[in-house]
């Protein structure tokens, strides 16, 4: 990677892994794209940063070009319950914007990362320990898109040459940017309430567990898999990664070993409810470990005593 173009670089993950990739390879030589979401100061000030729509082919060439770019992080998505809202809208980014990129990649020759989800996976998916390799049934418009993604993704390593790799993120957790409209946000919210009004009211009920991730090991893992030797990499694409498991009761309990006053309750959102309990418990990452040697740092303990003391900090000054 010489010259790297983030896609969706102002959201929650984008924000944070062009700051690190801006660190890693120079402030100049990694060009942040946004489309809508106002990117925070740090962002803007560190490098250049860029406007496009992911679904103009043009708007992409435009900057792949100027900045003669030979890697893409494309971050740009409409996340699951957004997606349930307006399934039009998360198409039309989720799989032609992505058509363009692969197009873009292929036409200039550029290594391509590509984030799915754990939300490929549906109803008839082993829930517990979730293999790598089986059945992909979402029923979600979310989780079509991201499926569809991995299998283009294929198609293109296959068919054109192009090196994409990618990642299946369980939720993400991170103090820098608020969530926009996945399912697990609950994991991110729960601490801001925590800290500014000591009560939370949780959408998903007691018990629902799904697979997590610090930030920082999201980060880790996407940089780790783009400078992995492509001889050791059998799949490619849709690595199953997680570092933790949990479910409401067990992030409120953390939490509170820490704010003894924080209480919360539930009001069930039935729309996010129901995409969660579609969604693994815990996913078999086993073979990103074998061919990449993904490991992470942190588990719910260290997460949650990290992300308190930055949150405070950010909110409280």
Not at 283 to 301: F, N, Q, V
């Amino acid at each position: 990677m010489k010259r790297i173009l983030v896609i969706g670089a102002a959201g929650q993950m984008g924000s944070e892994l062009t700051m690190a990739l801006r660190k890693r390879y120079g402030n100049d030589d990694v060009i942040a794209a946004g489309h809508k979401t106002k990117p925070n100061k740090k962002l803007l000030e560190s490098g250049p940063f860029v406007y496009l729509d992911c679904r103009k082919y043009q708007d992409i060439e435009k900057f792949v070009k100027k900045y003669r770019v030979d890697t893409i992080f494309h971050l740009a998505a409409i996340l699951s319950a957004a997606a349930e809202a307006n399934p039009q809208l998360a198409w039309d980014v989720n799989i032609n914007g992505f058509y363009n990129v692969l197009e873009m990649s292929r036409d200039y020759d550029c290594a391509l990362f590509a984030p799915s989800s754990i939300g490929v996976f549906g109803l008839t998916t082993p829930l517990d320990n979730t293999p790598q390799d089986t059945i992909q049934r979402p029923n979600t418009m979310y989780g079509v898109t991201k499926v569809a993604g991995e299998l283009l993704c294929d198609y293109y390593y296959h068919r054109f040459g192009v090196d994409t790799r990618g990642l299946r993120y369980p939720g993400l957790i991170s103090y820098e940017t608020l969530p926009g409209g996945g399912t697990t946000d609950y994991a991110v919210e729960i601490f801001y309430a925590a800290i500014k009004e000591k009560k939370y009211t949780c959408f998903l009920k007691e018990g629902t567990y799904l697979d997590m991730m610090y930030m920082p090991d999201a980060i880790n893992s996407a940089i780790k898999l783009m400078e992995a030797d492509p001889e050791k990499l059998k799949h490619r694409n849709a690595f199953n990664v997680t570092a933790m498991s949990f479910a409401p009761e067990h992030l409120y309990a953390e939490i509170k070993k820490i704010i003894p006053e924080f209480t919360m309750d539930y009001k069930v959102d039935p729309v996010r409810q129901a995409i969660a309990e579609s969604w693994p418990n815990y996913m078999d990452d086993s073979i990103a470990r074998e061919e990449w040697g993904w490991k992470p740092e942190y588990d719910l303990s260290a997460m949650t005593k990290d992300m308190l003391e930055k949150l405070s900090r950010k909110l409280l000054g």
